[in-house]
């Protein structure tokens, strides 16, 4: 650690508002910057925000990630060295209605931050979020992916905008030397989410007593991964920077895919309530399956996921009730 904040992008979203938690905790400055925007309720994250924004050593900046003299000015007003870049516009199926939203945040916006780093003095760690997306739809082995695998058959947008995020990155390393991670998530869930993601979408409508569209008949299967075991990895990764001139890419995953219908189940029994389901064929952009190998993150810092898909459910499913009521 320095004595200098770390600049959190996208603090009001569910992975910057934990990151910038956890770097608070263990006594940092952080600066947050976050848009804000309407991609699903703007409530949730200024009630993220509310949880930051009581804490000392924590300052907010509302903004646009993609302005880049906005992004140069905050950095050097706070003499910035270290950033964990969070912001993008997520999700798989919104790219195919709205492909323009991520090109501006997810291309232009990690390009002006890029160029901030690279003029900051003393500029020291980039790391990014990509994405697990990157590897496509293939199947699954009976091996994780791993960071060395062809990543060149992207099946949406937003997994193109992640991987060109890499290759920019690298680019940027070559050129101008500063180090950088870039953090493959895989399917990162818990208290605090995403209402677009799966879970949370199918708990209101159990919670409703509605039914749920299940999309690839029930088939498909992912690496969920518990928000607190993506925040150690994040950290991990932000105290243990690559060479000068690097882009190092990392998964962060769980290493123990689930069966949607699985991860139904258990989310039924943690709700205490069971879902009608209507089986649907899958979506443009999905993938069947997703899995990772961190065997790279593991050695480089000890990251071991400790918080399993039923504990982590029964976290949300708690969460859930105290933040929108018991019904």
């Keep these: 650690m320095t004595d200098k904040p770390v600049l959190v992008t996208g603090a009001a979203g569910f992975i910057g508002h934990a990151t910038a938690h956890r770097l608070l905790d263990r006594g940092e400055r952080v600066v947050g910057i976050d848009n804000l925007n309407d991609y699903y309720e703007t409530s949730l994250k200024e009630a993220r925000l509310a949880t930051l924004s009581s804490r ?8 646009d990630i993609a302005a880049p003299n906005a992004v140069a000015a905050l950095m050097r007003e706070h003499g910035i060295t270290r950033v964990v870049h969070l912001a993008a516009q997520a999700g798989v199926r919104y790219s195919i209605d709205n492909p323009f939203a ?4 997810n291309l232009a916006g990690h390009l002006a931050v890029m160029e901030a780093c690279r003029h900051q003095p003393d500029f020291g760690h980039l790391v990014y979020a990509s994405s697990s997306s990157v590897y496509g739809d293939r199947p699954m082995d009976g091996a994780g992916f791993k960071e060395d695998d062809a990543v060149d058959s992207p099946v949406s947008l937003y997994a193109a905008t992640k991987r060109a995020c890499e290759l920019m990155s690298t680019a940027y390393a070559g050129l101008y030397g500063f180090p950088q991670t870039g953090l493959r998530f895989f399917t990162v869930y818990g208290p605090w989410g995403r209402p677009d993601m799966a879970y949370f979408g199918f708990t209101r409508k159990i919670m409703a007593g ?11 299967a992912r690496d969920f991964t518990y928000i607190d075991d993506i925040v150690d990895g994040i950290v991990g990764a932000l105290d243990n920077p690559p060479e000068t001139g690097t882009n190092r890419i990392l998964n962060i995953g769980d290493s123990h895919p689930v069966g949607l219908m699985d991860m139904i189940a258990t ?3 943690a709700l205490g309530r069971e879902a009608t ?5 899958m979506q443009p952009g999905d993938v069947t399956a997703t899995y990772a190998d961190v065997s790279a993150l593991h050695a480089l810092t000890g990251y071991k996921p400790k918080v399993m898909l039923a ?3 029964g976290r949300f499913a708690d969460w859930y009730r105290g933040y929108y009521g018991p019904k």
Excluded: A
Excluded at 56 to 63: A, P, Y
Excluded at 102 to 105: T, V
């Design 210 to 220: 509605s039914p749920i569209e299940v999309y690839g008949e029930g088939r498909m």
């Design 56 to 63: 000392e050593g924590f300052v907010f900046h509302s903004g």
């Design 277 to 281: 389901k209507i089986m649907r064929p």
């Design 102 to 105: 991520y090109q501006h945040s």
């Design 311 to 313: 504990e982590g459910l």
């Design 267 to 269: 989310l039924e029994n």
